[in-house]
């Protein structure tokens, strides 16, 4: 389906608008429908901080990433399509919420091309975008009330739990911290605890483990007492690799356990 721009409805992919060329895919034709409204645009626009709301995409759409000019390449893409015969579109429904800034979505060109790309509805379905859209509004209007934010950093753990690998999801961290007050303004620091090669609960599992988080922490130790900034801690473990990182987080250095 053919695209909604953000501050140049007017264009399509395949020109070069503010000194960013944006390609339109190979077979990907123009589709004739009605354009949404530009009172719904910048809603969108605003709801979204003009930031890509595809998860952990961290461009800023309203300038140039190489130059730091001013730029505005930010598209609003549909949930549900904004005709029956686009991905993800419904025949009872695409009409209706062609112009609905709850079912419009701002993201940066390439990830708008990559959601509505021929058969892409399988892997992401409306329901999925609407979700990307839902949380990354909540953050922004988090952050943009929040009277008392404070920049910080997040240290993420994650270790097996009864031999077991673990995960945890990044996209809900930056949410997370916002709740107690915390801005994560850079990509946090991972610490993976590799036992795969030991048996579970021996002690060459428990002491490779603790090795691990101890060293770990002692190279980030320095960088955090220069910054004296406040640490998310996100973690995931068994409870003796849980109890290495309290030991090993100096005591100086504020933190959130989140």
């Not at 809900?172 to 620091?189: C, H, K, R, T, Y």
């Not at 406040?230 to 504020?254: H, N, R």
């Amino acid at each position: 389906m053919s695209k909604s721009r953000g501050m140049s409805a007017g264009q399509e992919l395949g020109e070069v608008r503010d000194g960013v060329s944006i390609q339109r895919p190979p077979g990907k034709a123009k589709v004739d429908r009605e354009r949404v409204p530009p009172g719904v645009v910048r809603e969108v626009w605003a709801r979204a901080g003009g930031i890509c709301a595809y998860p952990r995409c961290p461009v800023v759409l309203y300038r140039d990433p190489a130059l730091r000019t001013r730029a505005s390449f930010g598209e609003v893409a549909h949930n549900v399509a904004a005709l029956p015969g686009g991905e993800r579109g419904q025949l009872d429904r695409s009409r209706e919420l062609s112009k609905d800034p709850e079912n419009l979505v701002l993201l940066c060109p390439n990830h708008h091309s990559l959601v509505d790309e021929k058969g892409a509805a399988q892997r992401y379905p409306d329901s999925l975008l609407a979700e990307w859209k839902h949380r990354h509004e909540a953050a922004i209007r988090m952050a943009g009330t929040l009277s008392s934010g404070t920049a910080a950093d997040a240290l993420v753990l994650q270790g097996p739990i009864g031999g077991q690998p673990t995960a945890l999801d990044p996209g809900s961290m930056p949410f997370a911290m916002l709740q107690v007050g915390l801005v994560l303004d850079q990509e946090p620091a991972v610490v993976s605890v590799d036992a795969s090669h030991y048996a579970p609960k021996s002690v060459a599992y428990w002491h490779h483990a603790i090795a691990c988080v101890r060293n770990e922490i002692k190279i980030r130790q320095t960088l955090w007492g220069r910054q004296r900034r406040p640490i998310a801690v996100f973690a995931l473990a068994d409870m003796p690799t849980l109890m290495a990182l309290g030991f090993g987080a100096s005591e100086k250095v504020p933190r959130n356990v989140v």
